[in-house]
């Protein structure tokens, strides 16, 4: 089991410019989310999923873009870069119905935009 | 509002007992978690409490009061490695909501040998 894969590790763009987050979990997990990590400011969600087919915005969405074709696959969309967004991002799945399980969080994504 | 106080920083001997505490006022409760979290790293799952008590994992424990708000995480016999973040998580209940978590910013746990 490779759990939550994140790519790429380290991505640097310059503002206005679009790109794709790729997460996938092999553990078949129903509920699959975004967040970002800022210094002083903890997690913050972006989007979540409860299952294929299905998403719904957190609380710092704008900006951002999901779909959930698969159970496997919750890539994140970054629409037109801002300094604003960068930060660390992580994908997190959860199994449904096993609240004790927890999430297994992805490596994350360190992004700079200039 | 929703919040979760979580102390900045704190500091322990190699080999020493640490408690670090979390309180909590969310809309509604379905469980809290504790996270571990390294300089670079993501966030590992810990423990879970959803009932009042001590829950016991090997040298961590975590303890839960939902009528005080409260809840402790507790490294025994404290290692070198044990330095990391300690994120504090809790489960609220809201309609649509069910599984999002409200975030704790950290405790920053410094072993000094």
């Known amino acids: 089991n490779a759990g939550v894969t994140q790519t790429p590790k380290f991505q640097v763009l310059k503002t206005g410019q679009s790109m794709t987050l790729q997460c996938a979990q092999d553990?078949?997990?129903?509920?699959m989310s975004w967040y970002r990590q800022d210094p002083g400011m903890g997690l913050r969600l972006i989007h979540y999923?409860?299952?294929?087919?299905?998403?719904d915005q957190g609380e710092v969405p704008n900006g951002y873009n999901v779909s959930r074709s698969t159970t496997e696959d919750f890539p994140l969309r970054l629409l037109s870069a801002a300094p604003s967004q960068t930060s660390v991002y992580f994908c997190?799945?959860?199994?449904?119905?096993?609240?004790?399980?927890?999430?297994?969080f992805g490596s994350g994504t360190r992004l700079t935009v200039v | 509002g929703q919040n979760i106080d979580q102390p900045t920083e704190m500091t322990a001997t190699e080999g020493a007992i640490v408690q670090i505490n979390c309180t909590y006022q969310?809309?509604?409760?379905?469980?809290l978690f504790w996270y571990q979290q390294h300089a670079g790293e993501a966030p590992t799952f810990l423990s879970y409490?959803?009932l009042d008590g001590l829950e016991e994992k090997g040298r961590f424990s975590s303890f839960l009061s939902r009528s005080k708000g409260y809840s402790y995480l507790l490294l025994k016999e404290l290692q070198m490695k044990d330095s990391a973040s300690y994120l504090c998580?809790?489960?609220?209940?809201?309609?649509?909501?069910?599984?999002?978590?409200?975030w704790g910013l950290g405790t920053s746990l410094a072993v000094n040998p």
């Open positions: 997190a799945s959860s199994p449904g119905g096993r609240p004790n399980y927890g999430y297994t």
């Open positions: 553990m078949n997990h129903e509920y």
């Open positions: 999923s409860v299952g294929a087919g299905i998403t």
């Open positions: 969310t809309s509604g409760f379905n469980g």
């Open positions: 409490n959803v």
């Open positions: 998580a809790v489960k609220g209940v809201a309609a649509g909501n069910n599984r999002k978590l409200i």
